[in-house]
């Protein structure tokens, strides 16, 4: 039988499936490798060679690929409905088919079925799938691939694991930094900061803390042509550039605050130095990140303080402002009506299924309500242990914080005025100095425990709270507005029509 086959008639028609993982070491055959010693096996057989063969590049078999493999698909699907157009199935060793039995077994019954050979290259033989002892050492083969498959999967999930827990790199390098590698051995000797990168990385964080949003970042950016951190290879976004949520993903990176990240945990401390300070980046720069009140990223240039913020009472939508005509028309000597004086008021503009327009109150009244009750709350003592909604424990934590803080501000009160009655400032200086880290180090555990946005913080600690906010860029006081509230403008109630002057009572504060 088997020299019947090594001389078959002229009608017998070879057809490859040519298939390849990523080679990175260059260890394996390539495709174009593989047709190569395909043909030339297929010419030694006295077959012919079909011109369309099945092709997979980079395609991984095991039942760990990520990526599906189309063409051994359009294999399965032409041998299931016979468009094979073949007598022999070509591959050059049975790991190129499939590193999954359940695949093998499904791929041999066809064969079986459509009365079709299968030849192994590296064997250099053909198996007769109806033949039990061929089959039976393909199904071997098989068993053997998935099996050498999930080891090789097990044994780099230990070494990334490992890698991860010692601190060291993996993977494709990182934005920001640069690999060096030994001249001799061609081993990674370090990992240094990139020259230019790195100052994209450290600006970015420096200007999401000043109050900037990741729109303006981008723009800026993309206005001075800085290459963006993971360039887009589709057609259609390859001119985005930089873009406001490749801005916050980056910033969001642990590895840029020196830290190792494995399966979205954080396991070492990494081996590459810190692009951004790891205490500045978790105490103040991730809060930000994650805060709820910075998810709209669209940067207008924004001239009201409430703009986009305040809500409407009746439907929910966001205000916008409008103009409002103010007094009665006038008219010149000749009848033509003279330019009629307005006054700015947030509109709600609706939302989907409703109009809008539900209500409306002046820029000027609603600012000065806003404001007052942003003061007065930052004014309260108690101020930072209402934020969020903490555990028992923290909330103790924080009453305990804040205890200590008002208490040394009290201690260097009487200070001052002892120092003051026996006109010696040196003893004020001198217990300044002692007690101000103590402050300092309670404010920063407070930073830590609070949920919001540390420029909140700031600001509630700071000696005037009025004068702070009055000196604060609009930017910034809409940045404070957000994370602390959003306002409801409720409709002019029966009592409220006619009144004149600011209405509080129908402003509700929407406390975060």
Same mark, same amino acid.
């Given at each position: 039988?088997?020299? @019947? ?19 990175? !070491? ?8 593989? %047709? ?13 060679? %079909? ?28 041998? @299931?409905?016979?468009? =094979? ?33 299968? =030849? ?5 033989? $053909? ?25 090789? +999967? ?6 990334? *694991?490992?890698?991860?827990? @010692?601190?060291?790199? !993996? ?18 000797? %370090? ?14 964080? !420096? ?28 057609? !259609? ?31 070492? *401390? ?33 001239? &009201? ?18 103009? *409002? ?31 809008? =327009? &539900? ?44 205890? $200590?803080? @008002? +208490? ?14 026996? %006109? ?14 103590? #402050? ?23 000696? +005037? ?23 409801? #403008?409720?409709?002019?109630?029966? *009592? ?17």
């Amino acid at each position: 039988m088997q020299d @019947e086959r090594q001389c078959p008639s002229e009608a017998t028609v070879a057809r490859e499936y040519l298939r390849v993982s990523r080679d990175r !070491h260059g260890t394996g055959k390539s495709p174009n490798q593989q %047709h190569a010693e395909n043909a030339k096996a297929v010419a030694q057989w006295g077959w012919a060679l %079909h011109p369309s063969p099945y092709r997979d590049d980079d395609r991984s078999a095991s039942r760990y690929a990520a990526k599906d493999r189309e063409n051994f698909r359009r294999l399965i699907d032409d041998l @299931e409905e016979g468009r =094979f157009e073949a007598d022999v199935l070509v591959i050059w060793e049975s790991s190129r088919g499939s590193r999954r039995t359940g695949e093998w077994v499904n791929l041999i019954e066809l064969c079986e079925e459509r009365g079709i050979l299968i =030849f192994v290259t590296t064997h250099r033989r $053909e198996y007769d799938p109806s033949n039990a002892r061929d089959r039976r050492s393909m199904l071997e083969d098989a068993v053997d691939s998935e099996y050498e498959s999930a080891k090789t +999967s097990e044994r780099i999930r230990r070494d990334v *694991q490992a890698a991860a827990e @010692e601190g060291r790199v !993996h993977g494709k390098n990182l934005y920001g930094y640069r690999r060096i590698y030994d001249e001799k051995t061609g081993q990674l000797s %370090h990992i240094e900061p990139d020259p230019e990168q790195s100052g994209i990385v450290q600006e970015a964080a !420096h200007r999401v803390l000043a109050g900037e949003t990741y729109y303006s970042i981008a723009r800026s950016f993309n206005e001075r042509s800085v290459p963006p951190r993971r360039p887009s290879h589709k057609p !259609h976004r390859a001119h985005l550039g930089w873009t406001p949520a490749a801005v916050k993903s980056m910033l969001s990176t642990p590895a840029y605050a020196g830290k190792r990240q494995h399966r979205g945990a954080i396991v070492a *401390q990494a081996v590459w130095p810190p692009l951004i300070d790891p205490d500045l980046w978790e105490r103040k720069l991730l809060p930000l990140l994650n805060n709820p009140a910075r998810k709209r990223t669209n940067d207008w240039p924004a001239r &009201h303080l409430l703009t986009g913020i305040a809500v409407c009472g009746e439907c929910g939508g966001r205000v916008r402002v409008g103009k *409002q005509n103010n007094g009665r028309p006038k008219y010149d000597e000749g009848g033509r009506p003279l330019p009629r004086e307005h006054y700015n008021t947030y509109v709600c503009q609706g939302v989907p299924g409703k109009t809008g =327009f &539900h209500v409306a109150m002046k820029t000027t009244h609603l600012d000065q309500v806003v404001t007052e009750h942003v003061i007065a709350r930052l004014e309260r003592v108690d101020f930072i242990t209402t934020l969020g909604q903490q555990d028992e424990n923290v909330d103790a934590e924080m009453r305990v914080l804040v205890q $200590e803080i @008002e +208490s040394h501000r009290r201690y260097l009160d009487e200070v001052r005025e002892h120092a003051a009655k026996r %006109h010696d400032m040196s003893i004020l200086f001198d217990q300044e100095d002692r007690v101000r880290p103590l #402050i300092d180090a309670a404010q920063a555990s407070l930073e830590r425990l609070a949920a919001t946005d540390p420029l909140v913080i700031d600001i509630a600690s700071a000696d +005037s709270i009025r004068e702070t906010w009055e000196g604060l860029t609009l930017a910034d006081k809409r940045r404070v507005v957000r994370a602390l509230m959003t306002p409801r #403008i409720n409709r002019v109630g029966d *009592q409220g029509r006619g009144r004149k002057g600011v209405n509080t009572e129908r402003v509700e504060p929407g406390w975060r």
